[in-house]
């Protein structure tokens, strides 16, 4: 067993940081909800941190060739993880509405699980400007919603809101990548078979 998992997990610098971003979770949650006197600046922080591993791993992964089954599952799961325990922590502290955690969690899941089904198929959707656009607007979003605080001033409403439609405009733009994508590749087999035949 401990061998199987030691193989699915190899030891490397992106693999490193996608677990400490994983870590870095529990440590955000209890920074904003224990309300010290500190805790906005520390869960800013590990916030900071926390998505700095997720624009480092994948590009360090790329550049020294070091892609792993571990990082291509786990990378996409921490920053999911990140991004839903900040808003959850967010509502509960009344820094932000439900519905726009909600409807930026129910993106995040429906991509997430449509991704890990399509990956089982053999069907990669590469990450997309939209894709990017949506992360650095909703990591922006959230960044200024814990350092400002209760309540929080127009200007964080004005990330707040565009990261919302970019959310929702990526994840339409994905879904249908994915059709056409899937559609390309039943193609291809069905022109396949033909050939054998």
Same mark, same amino acid.
């Given at each position: @067993? ?8 190899? !030891? ?6 996608? @677990? ?6 529990? *440590?955000?949650? *209890? ?10 600046? !520390? ?10 591993? =997720?624009? @480092? ?87 200024? !919603?814990?350092?400002?605080? =209760? ?21 339409? =733009? ?24």
């Amino acid at each position: @067993m401990t061998t199987r998992l030691l193989a699915v997990f190899e !030891l490397n610098l992106p693999n490193v940081l996608t @677990m400490l971003r994983i870590l870095l979770v529990p *440590v955000l949650v *209890v920074a904003l909800l224990n309300e010290t006197a500190n805790g906005d600046l !520390l869960a800013a922080i590990v916030f900071a941190l926390a998505s700095l591993t =997720d624009a @480092m791993d994948g590009y360090l992964a790329r550049t020294r060739n070091a892609i792993t089954t571990f990082g291509k599952l786990m990378d996409p799961i921490a920053d999911k993880l990140l991004i839903i325990a900040a808003l959850v922590a967010l509502v509960s502290l009344d820094r932000l509405a439900a519905w726009v955690a909600m409807v930026i969690i129910a993106r995040e899941v429906a991509v997430t699980m449509t991704r890990m089904h399509a990956t089982q198929q053999g069907v990669v959707i590469a990450s997309n400007w939209w894709g990017k656009a949506k992360t650095i607007v909703q990591v922006a979003a959230i960044f200024f !919603l814990i350092v400002v605080g =209760d309540p929080s001033p127009l200007w964080v409403d004005g990330l707040v809101y565009p990261a919302v439609a970019i959310t929702i405009a990526s994840g339409v =733009d994905y879904f249908f990548g994915l059709r056409r994508v899937l559609r390309e590749a039943e193609a291809g087999r069905q022109g396949s078979a033909a050939r054998r035949v």
